[in-house]
């Protein structure tokens, strides 16, 4: 045996060093088909929809409504129906984050890094792994995230999964791990030392496990209330069953790329059509015409027509390139090679690069449509440009056309990573 196997049969013999996250207060409900996942998404955008300009003027974390959502049933849509879950398409998951997104843009970040870590677990997870964390998602269980890190330029990982003769163990700091303050459990992404060179794995930190340290220090004007705040893990000792395979998903062609990033592209369309939402009632109840243009409503206002045209337009054209990126995933997902992971992560990216756009665009034509009272503190307004803004630099859209462009071109395949 070697020291690590060692490791794994000294940690599980040793079960009560290992505590496991907390469960869900209660079991949530399951859903079990599409057309349930969206009518709850529906309704739960509804009360979301609430009490968004007060979390987000006031700072405050949406506990209560993260418990909701888990309870619906939704954290666990994307779970094979061989385990349990609903399995909904790609398509089926962006309408259900655009539903939330455009109730309330920081509530439709918190599940994003939730479903992504499904996805790595479905395409490089073990069978014990895939039923173990499975059944607790479906529980109720959320997961978070731990993967970016700051202040390097390198885009070497600092965390590191630490195999010691007695024990395994994370140690590191991670920066805007959206969701990890809400999670049971912090998908946490390191490095380790493998006998062929350093490789990167996926962690499933316990919530609650000894050094395990989250700070609620995220300060950015846009997303205020995603839980994004740092996380610090001080030698925490971990169960080799809740390591999974990252890397070698990327030596690969798989989906986890353009899966995580058609998330991203649904949230930002979403948010958009949340801001042209606030526009259309706003415009037509409180906006004045220009005297120019001889009408007596502002929404006769030719030229404001045409500029909400344009809004409308590029909003419904982004939605039908997600749903067409959505159709080249789901083959993907089923058929994964390098032609199929290509193309469905150039239609993500056409996706993701009109998405920023038009959620952009939405944002800025609210105030230049329905004029100075729209800028009133109270109203909340602001809050669909800043969350689209903030999370629009998920990822430079420029480098989605130079992909899209280089594909066309000269038949250059993306890098699978697709940015995460």
């Not at 089926?92 to 790595?120: K, M």
């Not at 930002?268 to 005297?291: K, N, Q």
């Not at 199929?340 to 690069?353: D, E, G, L, Y």
Request: aromatic residues 8%; contains cysteine.
């Amino acid at each position: 045996m070697t020291r690590y196997d060692d490791a794994a049969a000294l940690l599980e013999n040793d079960e009560a060093a290992l505590p496991l996250a907390p469960r869900a207060a209660q079991p949530a409900a399951v859903i079990r088909d599409e057309h349930e996942a969206l009518q709850v998404a529906r309704r739960l955008a509804d009360e979301l929809a609430v009490g968004a300009v007060r979390r987000d003027r006031d700072r405050i974390l949406p506990w209560r409504e993260v418990e909701a959502f888990s309870q619906s049933g939704l954290w666990g849509i994307t779970i094979p129906k061989a385990y349990g879950g609903a399995e909904v398409s790609a398509g089926v998951l962006a309408q259900v984050v655009a539903t939330i997104a455009a109730a309330d843009g920081n509530f439709g970040h918190i599940p994003q890094n939730h479903f992504y870590s499904l996805e790595v677990l479905r395409v490089g997870g073990s069978e014990e792994q895939k039923a173990f964390f499975y059944d607790r998602v479906l529980r109720g269980e959320r997961l978070g995230n731990a993967l970016a890190e700051i202040g390097h330029k390198d885009f070497k990982r600092r965390t590191h999964l630490l195999r010691e003769p007695d024990g395994w163990y994370v140690e590191g700091s991670k920066f805007y791990c959206t969701g990890a303050i809400f999670a049971h459990w912090i998908p946490t992404l390191v490095s380790a030392q493998d006998p062929d060179g350093e490789r990167q794995y996926l962690v499933f930190v316990p919530r609650e496990a000894d050094g395990v340290e989250i700070t609620d220090d995220w300060d950015g004007f846009g997303q205020r209330v995603t839980g994004s705040g740092s996380v610090r893990f001080r030698r925490v000792r971990v169960d080799p069953a809740w390591v999974v395979p990252f890397q070698t998903s990327f030596d690969r062609p798989t989906t986890i790329g353009p899966f995580a990033q058609i998330i991203h592209a649904a949230l930002d369309a979403g948010i958009g059509h949340g801001a042209l939402a606030a526009t259309l009632p706003f415009v037509r109840e409180h906006a004045r015409p220009w005297i120019d243009a001889g009408v007596e409503r502002a929404s006769d206002d030719p030229l404001l027509l045409e500029q909400l045209g344009n809004v409308h337009l590029r909003l419904r054209a982004a939605d039908a390139l997600i749903a067409r990126a959505a159709r080249l995933v789901d083959a993907a997902q089923q058929a994964p090679d390098e032609e199929s992971v290509a193309q469905a992560s150039i239609a993500v990216a056409q996706a993701k690069a009109l998405s920023t756009s038009a959620s952009l665009l939405a944002g800025n034509k609210l105030f230049e449509l329905s004029g100075t009272g729209a800028t009133l503190d109270g109203l909340g307004l602001d809050r669909f440009w800043r969350n689209a803004r903030v999370h629009t630099l998920h990822d430079p859209v420029r480098w989605k056309y130079h992909a899209i462009g280089n594909y066309a071109l000269n038949g250059v395949r993306p890098p699978r990573h697709g940015a995460l």
